[in-house]
C-alpha cells in the first residue's frame, strides 16, 4: 500500500499499489466459464457407470460441489498456480469422495441387490457395443489408474498436470497409465 499522506480534513488517503501481476489474476468468474464444459466432461468420464447409481446424487450435483470448493478456496490461491490443475484437482477429490460414498451405500444395501439381481437376470444385456465394453472395463480398473487413463486420453492432460492433480510423480503418472492400459489389453484379448 502507498500512503499520500493527509488531507485538507485529516484523513489519510490510501492507495493500493497495484503490480502487473496481480491485475492479471483471473476472475473466479473467468474461470468457472473456462472450464466449466470440461470439468464436468471428466466427471462425467470419472464416475463412469457409477453415476447411475444414484439418482438423488447426479453428475451435476458433483460438479456445483467441484465449483463450490474451488469458490471457497479461491482467496488462498497462489495468482501463479495453474488454475486448471487445481480444479481438475478438486475435482477428482469430489469425484473420489462421490465414489467412497457410493460405495458405502452399495456395501450397506448388497444383500438387496443381490436377491434382486438373482430373481431378474434379465437385467444384464450382452455389452455388444465396443465403448460399452471399454466404458464396462475402465469402471473395473483401481481408482487410480481409471484417473490417470481418463486424465490423459479423455481429458488430453499432460503427465506433469496428471502428477499434480493426484499428488504424484509424473513418472508414477506415466507408469499408471501404462499398468491401466496393460490391463485393457488383456481384458480385451480375453473378451475375444
Known sequence: MIALGVSQIGVRVVIP????AS??????EDLIEQHHDEIFSYLWRFLGKQRWLDAG?????VAQEVFLRAYRAFPALRQDSNHRAWLYKIATNCALTQLRRLKRRQNESRSLREHARCSNSSDH??????ASLLSSLLGELPMKQRTCVT???FQ?????EIGAILHCTEASARANVYQAIRRLRGALEGKR
Open 17 to 20: 499499489f497495484v503490480t502487473k
Open 23 to 28: 491485475s492479471m489474476a483471473p476472475r473466479f
Open 57 to 61: 446424487t447426479g453428475i451435476e450435483d
Open 125 to 130: 444385456p450382452i455389452l455388444a457395443d465396443k
Open 151 to 153: 486424465l490423459r486420453y
Open 156 to 160: 488430453d492432460l499432460d503427465y506433469a
